[in-house]
């Protein structure tokens, strides 16, 4: 049983900051890529940022020089630092990554989401 477990949303005023962190557990043999997914109110969810193995990042338009994703292979873990936040980045935030299985099969998993509100 493979789980992510996500910490770090609240309430912050626009132009503030918010870290969040996703914390992976279970019995695979390795994580391949990592990302962060949002889903605000009567939209559908967006990819926000994602980060390979090797730290390879990418990032949606609307959050680039704003987010930054890191991970931190040893702990399975990934971040979302996310900076001059803005109303329009109120959200559902969700962790996801791709691990392998030890048959080598790669799978993917959600976490839970936590919520990140910015008021203006």
Not at 69 to 94: C, G, H, W
Not at 108 to 120: E, I, L
Request: proline fraction near 2%; aromatic fraction near 10%.
């Amino acid at each position: 049983q493979v789980q992510l477990v996500e910490s770090g949303g609240g309430l912050v005023q626009a132009g503030g900051s918010l870290r969040l962190s996703c914390a992976a557990s279970g019995s695979f043999l390795d994580i391949r890529s990592m990302a962060w997914h949002r889903q605000a109110p009567g939209k559908q969810r967006e990819l926000v940022a994602t980060i390979t193995r090797d730290g390879a990042t990418n990032y949606a338009d609307s959050v680039k020089g704003r987010f930054a994703i890191s991970r931190d292979n040893a702990k399975n873990m990934v971040f979302l630092q996310m900076n001059s936040l803005k109303p329009e980045d109120t959200a559902v935030y969700y962790c996801n990554m791709q691990a392998r299985s030890y048959t080598f099969s790669r799978n993917d998993y959600w976490g839970q989401g936590t919520q990140v509100t910015v008021s203006s």
